[in-house]
């Protein structure tokens, strides 16, 4: 046979057994059998008391059946809980108005053009002024150096 036809051969095989389901034997697998989990988890009975009824294990995890007396939250499951966060910082009048005119100005015009309003010249250059200029403005006001009170040593400046 030829190396060609061998592959053929071994590729008819692998098609051919493509929907087989694998057997594993306990000699192949990577593990202990001792390690390997049951069908289905036991269940233990626990008796509290002599009046009390037999609770299998799932119903400890039950808030209804709680017998500490204390009634667990059954949205609570332990999650971490982080603090608020810290209230935004207050913005000075000139950075509200460049904000308002950054999205005014084309939230006037996409409402102008879904009303079907006529606009006269004016009214379209000012409102292409005001997105510009709120823009301009918070790119000037943003800064790039470092904060005043970064003291002597503000590392690594590249």
């Given at each position: 046979?030829?190396?060609?036809s061998?592959?053929?051969?071994?590729?008819?095989?692998?098609?051919?057994?493509?929907?087989?389901?694998?057997?594993?034997?306990?000699?192949?697998?990577?593990?202990p059998?001792?390690?390997?989990?049951?069908?289905?988890?036991?269940?233990?009975?626990?008796?509290?008391?002599?009046?009390?009824?037999?609770?299998?294990?799932?119903?400890?995890?039950?808030?209804?059946?709680?017998?500490?007396?204390?009634?667990?939250?059954?949205?609570?499951?332990?999650?971490?809980?982080?603090?608020?966060?810290?209230?935004?910082?207050?913005?000075?009048?000139?950075?509200?108005?460049?904000?308002?005119?950054l999205?005014?100005?084309?939230?006037?015009?996409?409402?102008?053009?879904?009303?079907?309003?006529?606009?006269?010249?004016?009214?379209?250059?000012?409102?292409?002024?005001?997105?510009?200029?709120?823009?301009?403005?918070?790119?000037?006001?943003?800064?790039?150096?470092?904060?005043?009170?970064?003291?002597?040593?503000?590392?690594?400046?590249?």
């Amino acid at each position: 046979m030829t190396p060609q036809s061998d592959e053929d051969e071994v590729w008819r095989q692998i098609v051919a057994s493509f929907n087989d389901t694998a057997e594993r034997d306990s000699g192949d697998q990577p593990w202990p059998d001792s390690e390997n989990l049951p069908a289905e988890p036991p269940r233990r009975v626990i008796k509290q008391s002599d009046e009390e009824e037999l609770l299998r294990e799932d119903d400890f995890l039950d808030p209804e059946r709680d017998t500490g007396g204390e009634q667990a939250d059954p949205d609570d499951e332990g999650h971490y809980v982080p603090p608020p966060p810290p209230p935004l910082p207050k913005t000075d009048a000139t950075t509200k108005i460049a904000w308002l005119a950054l999205f005014g100005g084309p939230a006037y015009l996409l409402l102008s053009a879904a009303l079907n309003w006529h606009l006269e010249g004016w009214m379209l250059f000012t409102a292409v002024a005001a997105f510009i200029g709120g823009f301009v403005a918070l790119v000037v006001r943003m800064g790039d150096g470092p904060p005043g009170d970064s003291g002597w040593d503000d590392g690594a400046v590249v």
